[in-house]
């Protein structure tokens, strides 16, 4: 994946980065959000209806193997899994095409972000990061996109697999005829969402979330459902904060099964680095700002982790 020389999207890279560390500490090997996480490996096996949308080669293939990346969120590697700071929770996936050739689905527990772009999602972390918790309030009730997606940060899985998960940045499909459409990716559950409640929440450990997870594979495959809801002409593509009408079209891409957990887990997690742009035919980035953004952040930002020295 290649690091854009755009000067200006490099600048507010590192900027963010600084703020982050600002945050959070500096935690070397670490992401600087989303560090606690864990890989699971498993299969994509694509719907019938995968080819309307894209041409894509794990929507044609049988399956697909992929790498699966679940996390908490926060720079901060020993979060206990029941901080309500740890909401969102992450989810990256990897359809593994060939050697060294993939591409990614990058998505989060809020179907919400609090910026439209770099710059204000820089404003929104210096805002909600001041000391005094009136000018958070101050902030937060000033900011509309700031409210709308701390409004949605609260519930708490039981589970990483009870869990739904939102790429909200629109991406472009293309299919076989060249049609072409835009659409959102949710992550679904098979076994359905499933929230605790606040006393539930405080009775757990520290490490329920990525316990559990063990658990749950030795009974059978962790399912999940990979759909896009569709944009109709008219609908805003670029702006991962409004939201389209409930009523698009939603169409069933496939379906993952997890099957296992990666042995060398603290390694590959420091190796691998998951892409925000597809770089794939059959699924090209919309013109959504955050998207360039994010592709150099993750890139300058998991090459760092990859030469910190062992932990
Ligand atoms: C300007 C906007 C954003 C910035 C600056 C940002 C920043 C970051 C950074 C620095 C990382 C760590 C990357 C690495 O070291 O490998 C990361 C990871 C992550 N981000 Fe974002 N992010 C943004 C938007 C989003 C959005 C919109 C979502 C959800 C759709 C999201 C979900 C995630 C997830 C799930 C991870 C963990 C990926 C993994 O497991 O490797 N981020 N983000």
Redesign the pocket.
Known sequence: MPLTTDEKVLALSEA??KE?ETIFGLHPGF????AK?TLLTGTFTPSKDATWLTRAPHATRESTPVTV?F?DSTGIPLIPDNDPNANPR???IRFNLAEHVHTDI???SANA?P?SN?QE?LEFLKGVTQSDPAKVQEFVGSHPKALAFVSVLGPTPSSFARENY????AMKFINKDGVSRYGRYTIAPEAGEDHLDPAAVASKGPNYLFDELAERLAKGPIKLKVTVQVAEDGDNVND?TVHWPAERKVVEVGTIALTEQVADDAPEQKQ???DPIPRVDGIEPSDDP?LE??AA??LI??RR?RTAPAQ
Do not use: E, K
Request: glycine share 14%; net charge positive; aromatic share 16%.
């Open positions: 963010l980065l982050f992401r600087p959000v989303h996480g990346r996390s992450g989810i990256a990058i998505a989060h972000f910026a770099g999602f939102f790429g909200l940045t991962a691998i680095i998951f955050l953004l994010r952040v993750y930002s998991g982790r």
